[in-house]
């Protein structure tokens, strides 16, 4: 099946890519500038694509992201530090984003003839971003047949929508991910702060999935006070 993985260069994106990459399945990569805060992690998946060997397509929507105003990620609003299930990481929502880059992804795909979309949406998302929850894939995968009906059969997969973050480390590791090689953070720093949601989320993964965690973080220790606090 050939398979275009929406890649953000982040951990859960880049440790699909490398699992469709194992399986033989991998056809690309897509990522999309929307003018996020932390867009260095562009890089981190232009470089998977080197290193698996697929096409890589950037894909430049700044002038969509920029009206999307109002999330912590595409504006001033400042990224909230803490554990990523708590209501302050809201504040990183943007508005219809992954209904807006899958529709375009399912246009590349069907445009280049190929057979499914991937995206990394995961169970620890369902609380914060409701285009990441089952419910959302389901309708999405309908609407796009419908779409494409008499044109392209494309097919969305979502493995990881209903697995933990730990699942994904654990899935990551089994198809030698280079954990190190990928980008979290949404305050987009030279490191990993450590002290933001999707750090404090990265660090207790790999905590719980039993893997040694290789990331450079500024605050490393904090997400220990984050969990806990979260489980209080």
Same mark, same amino acid.
């Given at each position: 099946?050939?398979?275009?993985?929406?890649?953000?260069? *982040?951990?859960?994106?880049?440790?699909?890519?490398?699992?469709?990459?194992?399986?033989?399945?991998? +056809?690309?990569?897509?990522?999309?500038?929307?003018?996020?805060?932390?867009?260095?992690?562009?890089?981190? +998946?232009?470089? &998977?694509?080197?290193?698996?060997?697929? $096409?890589?397509?950037?894909?430049?929507?700044? %002038?969509?992201?920029?009206?999307?105003?109002?999330? +912590?990620?595409?504006?001033?609003?400042?990224?909230?530090?803490?554990?990523?299930?708590?209501?302050?990481?809201?504040?990183?929502?943007? %508005?219809?984003?992954?209904?807006?880059?899958?529709?375009?992804?399912? *246009?590349?795909?069907?445009?280049?003839?190929?057979?499914?979309?991937?995206?990394?949406?995961?169970?620890?998302?369902?609380?914060?971003?409701?285009?990441?929850? $089952?419910?959302?894939?389901?309708?999405?995968?309908?609407?796009? &047949?419908?779409?494409?009906?008499?044109? +392209?059969?494309?097919?969305?997969?979502?493995?990881?929508?209903?697995?933990?973050?730990?699942?994904?480390? /654990?899935?990551?590791?089994?198809? *030698?991910? %280079?954990?190190?090689?990928?980008?979290?953070?949404?305050?987009?720093?030279?490191?990993?702060?450590? /002290?933001?949601?999707?750090?404090?989320? /990265?660090?207790?993964?790999?905590?719980?999935?039993?893997?040694?965690?290789?990331?450079?973080?500024?605050?490393?220790?904090?997400?220990?006070?984050?969990?806990?606090?979260? &489980?209080?």
């Amino acid at each position: 099946m050939k398979t275009l993985v929406v890649c953000s260069g *982040g951990l859960d994106s880049v440790s699909l890519a490398q699992k469709y990459a194992g399986e033989g399945d991998l +056809a690309a990569l897509v990522t999309f500038d929307y003018g996020q805060r932390h867009k260095r992690e562009i890089d981190f +998946a232009r470089e &998977a694509a080197t290193r698996l060997a697929v $096409p890589f397509h950037l894909l430049d929507i700044g %002038p969509i992201g920029a009206v999307l105003s109002g999330s +912590a990620l595409t504006g001033d609003v400042a990224v909230p530090d803490g554990h990523y299930a708590e209501e302050t990481m809201k504040a990183t929502v943007v %508005p219809n984003r992954n209904a807006i880059l899958l529709t375009v992804a399912f *246009g590349l795909a069907a445009a280049h003839d190929l057979d499914a979309v991937a995206v990394a949406v995961h169970g620890g998302d369902h609380f914060i971003y409701p285009d990441c929850r $089952p419910d959302f894939i389901d309708a999405f995968r309908h609407m796009q &047949a419908k779409a494409l009906e008499g044109y +392209a059969s494309v097919n969305l997969l979502a493995p990881f929508v209903h697995r933990t973050k730990a699942d994904i480390v /654990r899935e990551g590791a089994r198809y *030698g991910t %280079p954990f190190e090689r990928t980008w979290s953070c949404y305050k987009g720093g030279e490191v990993h702060c450590g /002290r933001c949601g999707t750090c404090v989320e /990265r660090r207790e993964a790999f905590h719980l999935a039993g893997v040694e965690d290789p990331t450079r973080y500024e605050d490393p220790d904090f997400w220990q006070a984050a969990v806990a606090s979260r &489980a209080g």
